[in-house]
């Protein structure tokens, strides 16, 4: 005879859930995929994947400063999924903490400096915080990585601050 401990049968409600909310997420149902997860309550809590999960269902219902907590609890219990990271810093941005934006792009980009995405995200919060030497630096580095990063540089608001600087110009013009 089998027996569940009770250990066992939590981690199968929280797997259970985590593939719910996934295929929730990817349908573009994020209440739904939010409701799946706050029925587990604080198994949720003990899982990083399922604290990934819970912030981007938030951040997809654009209900950014309450996304920090989970996605802030996910990079601690895993600290690699750049997934998380980049998460993490598109809430902080969005609920007016450009300084903790910035810190979790550098948290990820220190555990993958190769990563193009995150060097043009990072490009983009140096920007806005006025720091144009750090900006124009990542976004070499995201244009060297992935040229597929220039084509979207005359589109993004977050470069506004930088576009009559000589250094930006230049960059751009060296990379068209």
């Known amino acids: 005879m089998f027996v569940l401990t009770p250990l066992t049968r939590h981690r199968m409600q929280l797997d259970g859930a985590s593939r719910e909310a996934e295929g929730y997420l990817e349908l573009g149902m994020a209440s739904q995929a939010l409701g799946s997860l ?12 399922a604290c990934y999960l819970l912030g981007e269902s938030l951040r997809e219902l654009e209900r950014h400063r309450e996304a920090i907590y989970p996605l802030r609890r996910s990079v601690e219990l895993d600290p690699t999924p750049t997934e998380s990271w980049l998460a993490l810093g598109w809430c902080y941005k969005r609920s007016g903490q450009l300084d903790q934006a910035v810190w979790s792009l550098e948290q990820a980009l220190g555990r993958t400096p190769g990563d193009a995405l995150l060097n043009y995200n990072l490009a983009c919060y140096y920007s806005l915080a006025g720091r144009k030497l750090e900006a124009l630096q990542r976004l070499k580095r995201a244009f060297d990585l992935d040229r597929a990063f220039r084509s979207m540089v005359a589109s993004e608001p977050d470069f506004a601050p930088m576009q009559s600087d000589p250094g930006f110009r230049m960059l751009l013009a060296a990379t068209a």
Do not use: E, P
């Open 38 to 49: 706050q029925r587990r309550g604080k198994l949720v809590h003990s899982d990083a994947h």
